[in-house]
């Protein structure tokens, strides 16, 4: 069975930095195209960055992009999201999940797509 277990987020401030992590185990890492997908209260769950399996290919949503950064150790059955510069309205839940993909650059961007999720964690940055 396949399991994400995330860590990291918390409470910060306006402009601080956050990184979460998201260890799998009970799958082939390596098989597996990563991503972060949020929810904020009253709306609906957005995607965030993800990482194909092979690390060639990433993808940032507009409203992350130049603040966060998603990378991947295989090695380490991790993914991890760097986030900087964080505002107000990156208050969320942050999921990380994983798609069963075949292509080594396929990244999918749907949150359909994904076979497995962690459990949430929950970011809060105040002003």
């Known amino acids: 069975q396949v399991q994400l277990v995330q860590s990291g987020g918390g409470l910060v401030q306006a402009g601080d930095s956050l990184r979460l992590s998201c260890a799998a185990s009970?799958?082939?890492?390596?098989?597996?195209?990563m991503a972060w997908f949020r929810q904020a209260p009253g709306k609906e769950r957005e995607f965030v960055a993800g990482?194909?399996?092979?690390?060639?290919?990433?993808y940032d949503a507009e409203s992350v992009k130049g603040r966060f950064t998603i990378a991947r150790d295989n090695a380490e059955n991790t993914v991890y999201l760097q986030m900087n510069s964080l505002k107000p309205e990156d208050t969320a839940v942050y999921y990380c999940?994983?798609?069963?993909?075949?292509?080594?650059?396929?990244?999918?961007?749907?949150?359909?797509?994904?076979?497995?999720w962690g459990q949430g964690t929950q970011v809060t940055v105040s002003s």
């Open positions: 999940a994983a798609a069963l993909v075949v292509g080594i650059a396929t990244m999918p961007r749907g949150a359909e797509r994904y076979n497995y």
């Open positions: 990482i194909s399996r092979s690390g060639i290919s990433t």
């Open positions: 009970g799958c082939t890492f390596s098989s597996c195209a």
